[in-house]
């Protein structure tokens, strides 16, 4: 009798168990909110202003155009159906259109604890910058109308995909593939996508006998500057909340950036006597590059190792593609992006790990168990992104160039320079 009176009394003092609806998270918004803004001052200005000064004077308002005309673009077929192809449910290689011109959402929509109206925004900042990165292999020879075509078509049915496969539930995440902030989704395809138009479209004319010599270096270290610290939001906002893995992220980053910059001056310094200003920014670029994909996964150590990696092997990579097969690759993408995406991407695998000592990394993906294990799927990840993104970037490029009557500028306008034939404009009245 005393033990049912003592059931019931229980039973009458017992709350209700009810699931936990999701809630707005504010830290976790304001922290969101300011890393789109850093993402986006990567591209406008940081970008714009970091490939401007290398290109030479005549081609200087070309280059700012061409970034803020991709911007643009980007940001408008982002919003109508860039976003639902790589977040949309879909299946394991693309979304679906259930989110087509954001159909359905209000301002209390949520994606996880923020709103999904600012991760639609933030991934739109990355949506902006990668076809952006592309425009360094081509400047100062291709159609603005061709950019902006092809900048639109790749967004679609490149970026999106991949972004699908990796960030939105697709094969290579459900294969355990880490890419935290990018170096596959990134990095490697607007590297390859370089790389493919570089080939395509030829070489400058007087290319490699002409010197063709960045026209205001003091820009193009301004622009750096902007990129080191938009960064942050770029590495720092892909953890998606104001906690531990965001503030890890941005300390490696650093780290890796301080480190590819001091390689690369260093490597110079040793080989010709002098350490470049160039090639401080461009071994830091290098070092941020390389360590977006791994940002997440590796400690202090791990990102220390992984910069002065991307010092040495980017250096070695640009001065083979440059020199060597005489690529002109204008502004070295292919180098520094690709390479550091594909080296990044690969070192994620082994820096993951946590038996290593000082250089131990936070584990390897659900289901995954040895070193051997996430490098394997770091190689399908890097090797199917190649694959797909030459083949449809070369695809793409020979659609344009049937679309646009040839991809280039005659040669009587890139002597002239993109500024007047393009945009009947000049960057410096003097």
């Given at each position: 009798m005393n033990k049912i009176i003592i059931t019931l009394l229980a039973l009458s003092f017992s709350v209700?168990?009810?699931?936990?609806e999701p809630s707005l998270n504010g830290a976790n918004t304001a922290w969101i909110l300011t890393a789109t803004a850093l993402v986006l001052l990567m591209t406008l200005p940081g970008l714009a202003l970091f490939y401007g000064g290398l290109v030479r004077r005549k081609n200087i308002l070309s280059i700012l155009m061409q970034c803020f005309a991709i911007a643009g673009v980007s940001s408008i077929l982002w919003f109508i159906v860039?976003?639902?192809?790589?977040?949309?449910?879909?299946?394991?290689?693309?979304?679906?259109?259930?989110k087509v011109l954001m159909v359905g959402m209000t301002k209390e929509s949520l994606a996880g604890d923020i709103p999904e109206s600012l991760f639609m925004l933030f991934q739109m900042t990355?949506?902006?910058i990668t076809p952006a990165l592309i425009i360094g292999a081509y400047a100062e020879r291709m159609k603005f109308s061709a950019v902006l075509l092809f900048s639109g078509l790749w967004l679609l049915v490149v970026y999106a995909p991949v972004t699908h496969w990796v960030w939105g539930g697709g094969w290579l995440a459900q294969m355990g593939v880490y890419d935290f902030a990018g170096g596959i989704v990134v990095h490697i395809t607007a590297g390859v996508a370089a790389l493919v138009a570089a080939l395509v479209l030829g070489p400058r004319h007087g290319f490699p006998k002409t010197p063709m010599l960045p026209h205001n270096l003091t820009m193009t270290v301004t622009g750096a500057g902007m990129l080191w610290v938009g960064w942050f939001g770029f590495n720092g906002g892909s953890a998606l909340a104001a906690n531990g893995d965001a503030s890890m992220a941005m300390l490696v980053t650093h780290l890796s950036a301080s480190a590819g910059a001091l390689t690369w001056a260093a490597i110079e310094w040793k080989k010709f006597g002098k350490a470049s200003v160039l090639g401080a920014v461009t071994g830091m670029v290098a070092g941020l590059g390389t360590i977006t994909p791994a940002s997440g996964f590796v400690g202090p150590g791990g990102a220390l190792i992984i910069g002065v990696s991307a010092g040495i092997i980017c250096f070695y990579s640009t001065v083979y593609i440059k020199h060597k097969l005489k690529i002109d690759d204008s502004l070295d993408v292919f180098p520094v992006h690709g390479i550091?995406?594909?080296?990044?991407?690969?070192?994620?695998?082994?820096?993951?790990s946590t038996e290593l000592g000082a250089f131990s990394g936070f584990g390897y993906a659900e289901g995954i168990t040895t070193m051997l294990g996430q490098v394997t799927v770091q190689l399908i990840g890097i090797g199917s992104t190649i694959l797909y993104t030459a083949v449809v970037s070369y695809i793409l490029f020979k659609l344009v160039a049937l679309m646009t009557n040839g991809l280039r500028v005659s040669k009587e306008q890139e002597t002239t320079g993109l500024d007047l034939t393009e945009h009947d404009e000049v960057g410096y009245n003097m």
């Open positions: 209700p168990s009810f699931a936990v860039g976003y639902s192809i790589a977040f949309g449910e879909g299946n394991a290689w693309v979304g679906d259109f259930s990355f949506a902006v550091g995406g594909i080296l990044g991407t690969l070192l994620a695998g082994i820096f993951a």
